[in-house]
């Protein structure tokens, strides 16, 4: 609207532009007019470029609330260095969850290290049950495998995807078979704000025989889905 009548007030210009030339007047109603549209312009512009700056900000924004820090993990696998995405709800919409169900209680972690490429995804995951949902606290401790998802223990898997052209190792199992050592440890739990830290190390062999050594594992701030069943 804005633009329109100053386009209105342009088309004035021209045709009184005309006039004032052939009566040699200095001082005429057109350059009063000039000077107010070459204002109104400034204004304009200056409104113009705040109005980008506040889009650009307003994008920024929500570009950071559409990106959730879900938490980082760090271990030592197999002698490499495993460092999980801190956004990881671009790769995985729950990264853990802690369900309570009757009597016992079961507690769910991933890290995904995408580091060298989706095609080349290194995966950490816990799964660990409870059956007292009052112990889950700082210094709730597993250090039993998981025998069934009825009784307390803890069993977890390290995983690397590997694309080449041999497909013969599609059918591989990562679960650990034989379990050597386990342990997952809670350091801090926040229910309020669904965030959770601990540390945790295993080893074993998955049923292809493929040896798995995960240590110094920890995760700091990891924040969880809560379900009660």
């Not at 059918?171 to 926040?190: S, W």
Request: hydrophobic share 30%; glycine share 6%; charged share 30%.
């Amino acid at each position: 609207m804005e633009q329109k009548k100053i386009y209105q007030r342009f088309l004035l210009i021209f045709i009184l532009i005309p006039f004032c030339l052939f009566t040699g007047c200095e001082s005429h109603p057109a350059n009063d007019l000039a000077e107010d549209l070459t204002d109104q312009i400034e204004d304009i512009d200056d409104k113009t470029e705040e109005e980008e700056e506040e889009e650009e900000e307003n994008d920024q924004e929500q570009q950071e609330e559409e990106t959730v820090y879900t938490g980082s993990m760090t271990a030592t696998a197999n002698g490499e260095e495993f460092q999980s995405s801190e956004s990881l709800e671009q790769f995985i919409t729950t990264p853990s969850s802690i369900t309570k169900n009757d009597g016992i209680y079961m507690v769910y972690i991933s890290g995904f290290d995408i580091s060298l490429g989706f095609e080349n995804t290194k995966a950490v995951i816990i799964w660990a049950v409870g059956e007292d949902f009052s112990s889950l606290k700082i210094g709730k401790t597993w250090d039993s495998p998981l025998v069934d998802f009825l009784h307390e223990g803890v069993i977890a898997n390290y995983y690397e995807a590997d694309v080449t052209d041999d497909d013969d190792d599609d059918d591989d199992n990562p679960n650990l078979e034989e379990v050597d050592n386990i342990y997952l440890k809670i350091t801090a739990i926040d229910f309020e704000n669904q965030k959770f830290s601990g540390e945790f190390s295993f080893a074993g062999k998955t049923e292809e025989g493929t040896s798995i050594d995960v240590t110094d594992g920890k995760f700091v701030d990891y924040h969880f889905d809560y379900n009660e069943q």
